[in-house]
């Protein structure tokens, strides 16, 4: 069964320090890859996304992603973290073809210490 | 433009219950997807409908059903209510299909006592 997967479900960091939030999907075929974000008491929205072309993929807030296909990995990067990025990240695979549904990860905590 | 809408906000049901959420897209919008969202689980996706057809369904039992009405927007049902769906239940809207970007509502919280 498709499955998406982060390891990493609570994270604590200072200001400053780099973040790496690890995405691994179980997907044969294409597939088109998503990182959202839920700030406290806010809706979910898309930090970023990848649908073909450059695998090294760029988004709001300073948030990178890099899409490698050889390890089914979308892994999520912020050279430097603020508190303001206190969230839960959420990353999520949808098939380009067959199923066409959305397979979201459980969610990473982020909580950046001031 | 408006965001999603997602009516009421907030319920509490007894087991055995049934329930609707209400969920308004972005206008211009066709795809509208429902989700599960619970502690520990992450989203769990109910149901997709396109253009007022069912597009795709998730594992979950026939108590969860859904609709959508000509002008997109979409109603979920929950019939005979058990604890255990006590949740946060999204409603996400699209443009076409959901392989495009999904905008989110801020959900109806539900509690089953």
């Known amino acids: 069964a498709q499955s998406v997967s982060q390891h990493n479900h609570h994270v604590i960091l200072s200001e400053a320090a780099s973040l790496e939030l690890g995405c691994n999907y179980s997907?044969?075929?294409?597939?088109?890859l998503f990182w959202y974000v839920q700030y406290p008491g806010q809706h979910l929205q898309l930090l970023l996304k990848?649908?073909?072309?450059?695998?090294l993929v760029k988004g709001i807030k300073g948030f990178e992603a890099e899409f490698i296909k050889s390890k089914f990995s979308f892994n999520l990067r912020k050279p430097s973290v603020q508190w303001s990025d206190t969230a839960e990240y959420f990353c999520?695979?949808?098939?380009?073809?067959?199923?066409?549904?959305?397979?979201f990860g459980t969610g990473t905590r982020l909580k950046v210490l001031a | 433009k408006a965001g999603v809408t997602q009516t009421p906000r907030y319920l509490i049901k007894t087991r055995g219950q049934q329930v609707t959420l209400s969920c308004s897209p972005i206008?211009?919008?066709?795809?509208v997807s429902w989700y599960q969202q619970t502690p520990g689980q992450g989203l769990q996706f109910l149901f997709e409908?396109?253009?007022?057809?069912?597009?795709n369904k998730g594992n979950f039992p026939g108590r969860f059903s859904g609709r959508q009405f000509s002008n997109s927007r979409s109603e979920m049902n929950v019939s005979t209510l058990e604890l255990g769906d006590s949740a946060l239940y999204l409603c996400?809207?699209?443009?076409?299909?959901?392989?495009?970007?999904?905008?989110f509502g801020p959900g109806t919280r539900l509690l089953v006592l």
């Open positions: 996400a809207s699209s443009l076409g299909p959901t392989q495009e970007t999904q905008y």
């Open positions: 997907y044969g075929g294409t597939v088109n």
């Open positions: 990848y649908f073909s072309g450059d695998p």
């Open positions: 999520a695979v949808i098939p380009t073809s067959g199923t066409y549904k959305y397979i």
């Open positions: 206008s211009g919008h066709r795809s």
């Open positions: 409908y396109f253009s007022e057809t069912q597009r």
